[in-house]
């Protein structure tokens, strides 16, 4: 099963040589994860901040359907943490306006 990956702002040195910088097939196994691609290209977990496909927010423990994009964003800079309290919503959700543009340059000032 394959999957296409976009890497976003200082995570796009992780992407193999030779690579587009419009993304990367990865081979994954059926019942792979979102984690398990993100560990098959070499990028530590804690880099990969934001995980998005069609609009939707991804849990690293979400299963990957055979061809499916998945947008890798690092960390945003800004607002605050609390240890142990995920940043993300509880379930994946459908955003209508998600400005991927927008998520890109804020990533790339950075």
Known sequence: MRVTVK????????LP??????GVEVEVTDGATVADV???L????KHAGMLVSNDEYLESTTV???GQEIN???PL??????????????????CDSI??????????RS
């Open 7 to 14: 890497l976003h702002a200082t995570l796009k040195k992780h």
């Open 17 to 22: 040589p030779g690579s587009s910088a419009e």
């Open 38 to 40: 993100i560990e098959r």
């Open 42 to 45: 070499g990028i530590p977990a």
């Open 64 to 66: 990957v359907r055979d």
């Open 72 to 74: 890798v964003f690092p």
């Open 77 to 94: 800079a800004g607002g605050t943490h609390r240890r142990g309290v995920s940043q993300r919503p509880s379930t994946p959700r459908r």
């Open 99 to 108: 400005d991927t543009a927008a998520v890109v340059a804020s990533c790339e």
